[in-house]
């Protein structure tokens, strides 16, 4: 129960820490939006060539840009959450304050995450998502209960996000430049998650990997859910799967890196 | 009773030592091993309620023992205990008994009113809410916090935000405090101001203080004891007056003569200095200055004197200077 409190308290922090940047989320806002549009236009000019690619009509391929540009953030597809601070804090040590507290590291920063999550999907996954509403025709649901399946696998998605990120940044305990990984993670995180194309596009092979790794959890899944294109049970348990698996993974690598600083030293 | 460990000691090292691996690349794919002993064989004890002085030059292990202390270090052979506990294997329980604070490193919410920071404390270590209330009440008034609480950690000055991490540490009502380089960088006012704070929290609470520092005056301000280390060895463990004698200092009389004179005899004293009727005499630390004083007093035309105490600092260097001449003797 007080252990409750205390990730309840480090999330909270996490939100507020994030609104107080006002004028990185208003920047942020404008850019969503831009790319919006820009993804918008192109999938018009696509999806006029070829109508009902990857099994959407226009107003759901125009419905998913604007879905994942609104989640863009939420889920650091392109990185930029707490991974970055974590990497630093391996870096110079500073991990060393955190190990002494009497907190699970892993929780932590989960928690940490989840609230920035929950203000960026307030802060900037709102208003981009009311424009391309207004701008365009977009196929969203009525049904409340669908938004609140929406909602779920977003959550879900998330600590799929959280999980990949915090083995990255983990990676830093090893690499000399934790940077490096972040970035490539990032760029995985771009092309995966389905948040330049919808991974229902690509043919083959190539396209079943894309939808069986954990990235499209983070966007590709919740979309299908708003769309009404994906089983939402199967795809609970798909992100749910995922979610554990790297958590799981994360505790070792975590405790792995533990014993290393505490033997060898920083 | 977990507190009194056999020897009484409520900090207890027992020949503790930490020794590192270290790659070295010594052509293409290939490394050389190498076994650096950061700290080699210490003991030592420290009573509840002491404030010690942890000193010695960069890398010469204080860090690493204080790392060891608080559990996010295992040591490699030896025995440690705090307060009954085995730091390492029992790092969590651990933290709810001390207080850490590194004067480079921050444990505060870079971003978040400082306030925010000491609200996590009060989760994190599940402090009752009466006396967190009292706690943070009293770090804000003897640190003088009133201000800062709503102010973001990030622009706080280095003095500020050196006072809010040993508030943070603190709030919990820890039975040791340990602090590294707790001064650093500090300003003259922010210095004398920690340091106070840290003699009123011994003498209020009994908590018990290690500190490592770079400046003396933190330990002659502070502590009772001073333990010096270098090269991972304890070179000196007790007060802080007794370094003098173990470092072979000298005291420096300086006497004012009604005119030019050669250079004064009394022995054990030598003349070191002569500037016209000015002459400096150096002589043991441990010898009285009074029957030098009135042997010159009698024999010369005395105007005036002064007595110099040694520097500290000098002391330590020599020290410093003749360890590192055994360590050359040795290697070679």
Redesign the interface.
């Known amino acids: 129960m007080g252990t409750g409190r205390l990730y309840a308290a480090v999330a909270a922090g996490g939100f507020r820490r994030y609104a107080t940047y006002r004028a990185a989320t208003a920047a942020g806002v404008f850019t969503n939006t831009v790319f919006g549009l820009i993804l918008a236009y192109t999938y018009i000019a696509l999806w006029d060539e070829k109508p009902r690619l990857g099994g959407y009509d226009q107003a759901q391929a125009l419905t998913y840009v604007w879905i994942s540009q609104a989640l863009l953030a939420v889920m650091s597809t392109m990185g930029g959450g707490f991974e970055d601070e974590l990497i630093e804090r391996i870096r110079t040590g500073d991990i060393a304050v955190d190990l002494y507290r009497p907190a699970d590291l892993q929780l932590w920063w989960l928690a940490g995450d989840l609230g920035r999550a929950l203000f960026q999907l307030l802060g900037r996954g709102v208003v981009p998502l009311v424009f391309g509403a207004l701008a365009f025709e977009l196929a969203l649901p009525g049904d409340p209960l669908v938004w609140l399946a929406f909602l779920v696998a977003v959550l879900l998605g998330l600590v799929v996000s959280f999980a990949i990120r915090f083995l990255v940044a983990l990676a830093a305990f090893w690499l000399m430049d934790g940077l490096g990984a972040a970035q490539l993670a990032g760029l995985c995180g771009i092309f995966f998650s389905g948040m330049l194309l919808p991974l229902n596009v690509f043919p083959g092979a190539l396209g079943e990997i894309a939808r069986a790794l954990p990235w499209s959890a983070l966007i590709q899944r919740p979309v299908d859910v708003l769309l009404g294109e994906a089983g939402v049970l199967g795809t609970f348990v798909f992100q749910g799967a995922w979610a554990v698996a790297l958590l799981a993974a994360g505790r070792v690598l975590q405790s792995v890196a533990t014993r290393r600083v505490v033997v060898q030293g920083g | 009773m977990d507190d009194v460990d056999g020897d009484g000691g409520f900090i207890r090292l027992d020949r503790v030592e930490?020794v590192?691996?270290v790659r070295r690349k010594t052509g293409f794919l290939r490394s050389e091993r190498r076994e650096v002993r950061?700290v080699d064989s210490i003991s030592f004890g420290v009573a509840r309620g002491e404030m010690v002085g942890y000193i010695g030059p960069n890398g010469a292990g204080k860090s690493?023992t204080i790392?060891m202390l608080?559990?996010?270090?295992?040591p490699s052979g030896g025995r440690l205990r705090v307060a009954g506990i085995d730091p390492?294997r029992e790092?969590?329980r651990l933290?709810?008994r001390?207080g850490?604070v590194?004067g480079q490193?921050?444990?505060l919410?870079w971003?978040?009113p400082l306030i925010?920071s000491y609200?996590?404390m009060?989760?994190?270590?599940?402090i009752p809410d009466a006396r967190y209330r009292a706690n943070l009440d009293r770090c804000v008034e003897l640190l003088d916090l009133g201000d800062l609480l709503d102010v973001?950690v990030r622009q706080l000055s280095l003095g500020q935000r050196m006072r809010g991490d040993i508030a943070a540490a603190l709030l919990h009502d820890p039975d040791v405090l340990y602090l590294d380089e707790p001064t650093i960088g500090l300003d003259v006012i922010s210095k004398a101001r920690v340091r106070e704070f840290l003699r009123d929290l011994n003498a209020e609470r009994g908590t018990t203080v290690l500190l490592t520092t770079h400046d003396l005056q933190d330990i002659e301000q502070v502590c009772r004891r001073v333990m010096v280390i270098d090269h991972g060895r304890l070179m000196y463990d007790g007060p802080l007056a007794g370094l003098h004698e173990a470092g072979e200092s000298e005291r420096t009389l300086v006497v004012d003569l009604a005119r030019e004179l050669p250079p004064i005899e009394a022995a054990p004293a030598r003349v070191v200095k002569v500037e016209g009727p000015r002459q400096w005499l150096a002589f043991p630390a441990s010898e009285s200055a009074a029957p030098l004083v009135a042997r010159i007093a009698a024999a010369y035309p005395l105007v005036d004197l002064s007595v110099r105490e040694p520097d500290i600092e000098a002391v330590i260097a020599k020290m410093y200077a003749e360890r590192a001449g055994e360590y050359e003797g040795m290697v070679s």
Not at chain 2, 122 to 126: A, F, G, L, T, V
Request: hydrophobic residues 35%.
């Open positions: 930490k590192f691996q950061a690493t790392k608080t559990g996010i270090l295992t390492s790092r969590t933290a709810h001390i850490v590194f490193r921050t444990t919410w971003d978040l925010d609200r996590l009060h989760r994190m270590y599940r973001p």
